[in-house]
């Protein structure tokens, strides 16, 4: 049953022979009745648009006319301001919409409330079989070999110039209210548990076979001017667990790209864990540190005053190892290692280089391992070396050192 009471202009033609009806009583809009067989034609009111062109501000509708149908067909129907106005006010936001055959279904606020309203309940269904309850859908088909663009749904806000009275201005807002019981929680594995109370989703493919990929599911675009911010997430706005919300629940080897040139990424963040409580970074208003696994100790923590770590190892090549005294064997990283004399050296000098510059120099320790008689002490550094004295060292000797910038 469709009620439509407050501005209607229908039009429904069925052949051409109308039988003359009498005329309307003062105040009554013209009825026009004829038929083909026992079908009935009705013509309701004494302007029926679009058959008369009508200036702004005009009506397109009889306001003493009231229509109470089981089923309406029609080809167009305009609803509310949309009715009322000879060109309307949306057509100046939305341009060439109120031309003749371009909107099917043209419905504007006449009160400035709410424009349209679609809904739907599975109370309503008797279906004893699982049936979809969708109050609204919105389809779009590019099957045409014209290079049209397609949009299945689409929204626009408008502030005009100087109109600053407004409190806010929302495109779209989803929302659920549950008076039921706890929601079930779902994760990149578990997309579908009983219950699911989604907002929203965003699929590739309708779930049938042959589908192809799409693009991209978001696209977050600068069209004439910036948002002051990317996407928000109210404070406590997601439940925490185990210590923060999983405001991203992303699934093994996907990962936070960030692209230079087009086409490739430059930087990527991105774990491969498959195991529970592999690790996480924390961040607070002192420190940063890197967790592995459940141990009570970070295997990173960074403080304004120092970098802690139960063991640093050096990589990376073996430092350039100059001087008179002859050295061959290298074994560690760059600021870390062993190596061998391949020479006695009673007392000369060596110099350990190569280092990444330092804001003021390095220092360094070195050990022979072969004889307590054997000394190398630091004598001088720069930005990117250290010289040491070697006294009492013999070919083969094996030397240990560890340098740090500062």
């Known amino acids: 049953m469709v009620s439509v009471g407050m501005a209607l202009s229908v039009c429904i033609a069925i052949g051409s022979a109308f039988a003359k009806a ?87 606020s006449a009160s400035g409330n709410y424009g349209a309203f679609f809904g739907a309940r599975s109370s309503d269904n008797v279906s004893d079989k699982p049936e979809n309850v969708i109050g609204s859908i919105d389809l779009v088909v590019a099957d045409s070999a014209r290079p049209h663009l397609h949009w299945a749904h689409y929204s626009e806000g408008y502030v005009p110039p100087g109109k600053g009275g407004y409190r806010l201005l929302i495109n779209d807002e989803n929302s659920i209210q549950n008076e039921f019981a706890p929601a079930p929680s779902a994760d990149p594995y578990n997309v579908n548990p009983a219950r699911l109370l989604n907002n929203l989703r965003l699929d590739c493919g309708i779930g049938g076979y042959g589908a192809q990929s799409c693009t991209n599911p978001l696209s977050i675009l600068n069209n004439g001017a910036n948002y002051r911010i990317g996407i928000l997430f109210g404070d406590r706005s997601i439940e925490a667990v185990d210590g923060a919300a999983n405001a991203l629940a992303l699934p093994s080897a996907y990962a936070l790209s960030w692209f230079g040139p087009s086409g490739a990424s430059s930087w990527r963040i991105y774990a491969q864990a498959h195991v529970a409580g592999a690790g996480r970074i924390i961040m607070t208003d002192a420190a940063m540190s890197v967790e592995l696994g459940r141990s009570s100790t970070p295997g990173l923590q960074i403080t304004k005053e120092s970098i802690a770590s139960p063991a640093m190892i050096a990589s990376g090549d073996p430092p350039k190892i100059s001087g008179v ?45 072969a004889r307590g008689e054997s000394v190398l002490r630091q004598v001088a550094f720069d930005q990117s070396s250290v010289t040491m004295d070697v006294s009492n060292a013999r070919k083969s000797d094996v030397v240990v050192f560890s340098c740090h910038g500062f």
Request: aromatic share 8%.
């Open 325 to 369: 005294c002859a050295v061959g064997g290298q074994r560690g990283g760059n600021t870390a290692g062993a190596f061998a004399f391949t020479s006695d050296c009673s007392s000369s000098q060596i110099v350990i280089g190569s280092f990444a510059a330092a804001p003021n120099g390095w220092a360094c320790f070195a050990s022979n391992q």
């Open 22 to 108: 009498p005329a309307p009583a003062q105040g009554q809009p013209a009825t026009q009745e004829g038929g083909m067989g026992s079908e009935k034609v009705k013509v309701l009111g004494e302007h029926v648009y679009p058959r008369v062109v009508l200036a702004d501000g005009q009506s397109r509708f009889d306001p003493s006319s009231t229509l109470l149908v089981n089923a309406l067909g029609a080809k167009s129907g305009m609803f509310g301001a949309a009715a009322r106005d000879g060109i309307t006010w949306a057509n100046a936001y939305v341009p060439g919409t109120d031309r003749n055959g371009v909107v099917q279904l043209y419905a504007l």
